[in-house]
């Protein structure tokens, strides 16, 4: 039969059926058997004031596993206050490894703070040090420039060959031929003038009436020399040929500004056998003579065929006029195909 005690007459033995008052907003649900003292003393620190107990289950435990009386305090308490607490040794090295496992400064890294301290300072100083000491530089150059100067060292420079006068003025030397040429030698009749008064009045008189002195009669023949014509007659051809180009040149740009179906505009039948093309450079002149482009690899001008296939009929500024199998188009410049 069940009965009901507080939890001051519990003994070591007996067996807990339920709790039947407690404190505290949490309800305690404790039941079994109890085992030792400082199980009492468990359930008086939680709260319980009574309990409910069966006397005919009741056990009588061995005098070894029934503890002495409290000694005043629990385990939590003694852990509360601290009596478990031991001084902490730990191994240097190892805690060396492991910091330098986690990238962390070790105990033994850690600088000192006079050693903080004593760096900074001594780095404030260099910086004030340092300044101050290209500020007086920068303020006394006018002092110690001067000595820097004249203590330079002097280059000896030696005297440079001597270089003949000629060749210093820049004026070509002659020299002197010892062989007699047709000139030499046939002799040339000294005609000494004497100015006279008379012809003096008479040059004059001429001066004042407007008479040409210098002219040549029209019947006198003007013996020139066979070289000197052939090289008049040559200059005379190349102007007319320049003129002649440059005359042709607006016909050409009149053809040129004409509208000339582009590349991509081509029937499909001719852009399908067209041959590969990559210009690569492109160079306009106002001569047609300087016009080129460079395809495939070859430079080519107005004229000529590219594979034998395509005609380049003219070079412009910004595009090439083609020609193949009697169809006209262009290509802007520096394109591929």
Same mark, same amino acid.
């Given at each position: 039969?069940?009965?009901?005690?507080?939890?001051?007459? $519990?003994?070591?033995?007996?067996?807990?059926?339920?709790?039947?008052?407690?404190?505290?907003?949490?309800?305690?649900?404790?039941?079994?058997?109890?085992?030792?003292? *400082?199980?009492?003393?468990?359930?008086?620190?939680?709260?319980? $004031? &009574?309990?409910?107990?069966?006397?005919?289950?009741?056990?009588?435990?061995?005098?070894?596993?029934?503890?002495?009386?409290?000694?005043?305090?629990?385990?939590?308490?003694?852990?509360?206050?601290?009596?478990?607490?031991?001084?902490?040794?730990?191994?240097?090295?190892? &805690?060396?490894?492991?910091?330098?496992?986690?990238?962390?400064?070790?105990?033994? !890294?850690?600088?000192?703070?006079?050693?903080?301290?004593?760096?900074?300072?001594?780095?404030?100083?260099?910086?004030?040090?340092?300044?101050?000491?290209?500020?007086?530089?920068?303020?006394?150059?006018?002092?110690?420039?001067? $000595?820097?100067?004249?203590?330079?060292?002097?280059?000896?420079?030696?005297?440079?060959?001597?270089?003949?006068?000629?060749?210093?003025?820049?004026?070509?030397?002659?020299?002197?031929?010892?062989?007699?040429?047709?000139?030499?030698?046939?002799?040339?009749?000294?005609?000494?003038?004497?100015?006279?008064?008379?012809?003096?009045?008479?040059?004059?008189? *001429?001066?004042?009436?407007?008479?040409?002195?210098?002219?040549?009669?029209?019947?006198?023949?003007?013996?020139?020399?066979?070289?000197?014509?052939?090289?008049?007659?040559?200059?005379?051809? &190349?102007?007319?040929?320049?003129?002649?180009?440059?005359?042709?040149?607006?016909?050409?740009?009149?053809?040129?500004?004409?509208?000339?179906?582009?590349?991509?505009?081509?029937?499909?039948?001719?852009?399908?056998?067209?041959?590969?093309?990559?210009?690569?450079?492109?160079?306009?002149?106002?001569?047609?003579?300087?016009?080129?482009?460079?395809?495939? !690899?070859?430079? $080519?001008?107005?004229? *000529?065929?590219?594979? *034998?296939?395509?005609?380049?009929?003219?070079?412009?500024?910004?595009?090439?006029?083609?020609?193949?199998?009697?169809?006209?188009?262009?290509?802007?410049?520096?394109?591929?195909?």
């Amino acid at each position: 039969m069940s009965e009901c005690i507080s939890v001051s007459q $519990l003994q070591p033995g007996m067996v807990i059926v339920r709790i039947t008052e407690q404190n505290g907003p949490v309800k305690i649900k404790k039941s079994g058997l109890v085992t030792s003292n *400082d199980m009492i003393r468990g359930l008086s620190e939680m709260g319980v $004031l &009574a309990v409910e107990i069966d006397p005919e289950q009741t056990v009588e435990l061995e005098a070894e596993s029934v503890t002495a009386e409290p000694t005043g305090s629990t385990q939590t308490q003694a852990l509360l206050k601290g009596q478990y607490d031991r001084q902490g040794h730990y191994d240097n090295q190892l &805690a060396d490894q492991f910091n330098r496992n986690l990238f962390l400064p070790s105990v033994q !890294g850690i600088p000192s703070m006079w050693m903080v301290y004593f760096r900074q300072s001594l780095l404030i100083i260099m910086i004030v040090l340092l300044g101050g000491g290209v500020g007086f530089a920068g303020a006394t150059y006018t002092l110690w420039w001067p $000595l820097y100067e004249q203590s330079a060292p002097v280059v000896e420079q030696q005297a440079a060959p001597s270089i003949p006068t000629e060749i210093a003025t820049g004026k070509p030397t002659q020299t002197v031929n010892t062989e007699p040429t047709e000139s030499d030698t046939q002799p040339v009749p000294a005609q000494p003038v004497e100015e006279t008064p008379r012809a003096i009045e008479e040059a004059e008189d *001429d001066i004042s009436e407007g008479t040409l002195l210098t002219q040549t009669p029209d019947d006198e023949p003007v013996q020139v020399s066979p070289e000197i014509l052939r090289r008049f007659n040559q200059a005379v051809e &190349a102007l007319d040929n320049e003129s002649s180009s440059r005359d042709e040149t607006p016909q050409v740009a009149v053809r040129q500004g004409s509208d000339v179906q582009r590349i991509d505009q081509l029937p499909v039948r001719v852009m399908t056998t067209l041959p590969t093309m990559t210009f690569s450079a492109h160079m306009y002149a106002s001569r047609p003579s300087d016009r080129w482009v460079r395809v495939n !690899g070859l430079r $080519l001008q107005e004229g *000529d065929w590219i594979d *034998d296939k395509v005609r380049i009929v003219n070079i412009e500024a910004q595009r090439v006029i083609l020609e193949y199998q009697d169809e006209v188009f262009s290509m802007a410049a520096l394109t591929d195909w």
